[in-house]
């Protein structure tokens, strides 16, 4: 198993960043994509970006692209999500999680839904004032 623990979010304006951060600990972390994911009130929780074992593969959702950057460093068991140019839409709690395999794609398909994720942190808020 993996622990995962999410931290950087906050209160931000609009137009402004923050880098989110989800520490992992547990088994060898190299081993698992991941994932950010994200969930606004009253809504269904969503896929915002992937990135595979390496950090060679990436993958965003439309709403992400340009935005945000995932990134990761295993020596350092964390996986980084920059976001940038944030709107009140991006309002939510952000999610962190871990996926059995090293991969985020099988051909042009990407691994976007919940169920493909098999680990997952706690949350952390992000607040984007208008």
């Known amino acids: 198993q993996v622990q995962l623990v999410e931290s950087g979010g906050g209160l931000v304006q609009a137009g402004g960043s923050l880098r989110l951060s989800c520490a992992a600990s547990?088994?060898?972390?190299?081993?698992?994509?991941m994932a950010w994911f994200r969930q606004a009130p009253g809504k269904e929780r969503e896929f915002v970006a992937a990135?595979?074992?390496?950090?060679?593969?990436?993958y965003y959702a439309d709403s992400a692209k340009g935005r945000f950057t995932i990134s990761r460093d295993n020596a350092k068991n964390t996986v980084y999500l920059r976001m940038n140019s944030l709107k009140p839409e991006d309002t939510a709690d952000y999610y962190c999680?871990?996926?059995?395999?090293?991969?985020?794609?099988?051909?042009?398909?990407?691994?976007?839904?919940?169920?493909?994720?098999?680990?997952w942190g706690q949350g952390t808020q992000v607040t984007v004032s208008s």
């Open positions: 547990g088994r060898t972390f190299s081993w698992y994509a």
């Open positions: 999680a871990a996926r059995n395999a090293g991969l985020i794609q099988s051909g042009s398909y990407y691994y976007t839904a919940r169920y493909e994720y098999d680990y």
């Open positions: 990135i595979s074992w390496s950090g060679t593969s990436t």
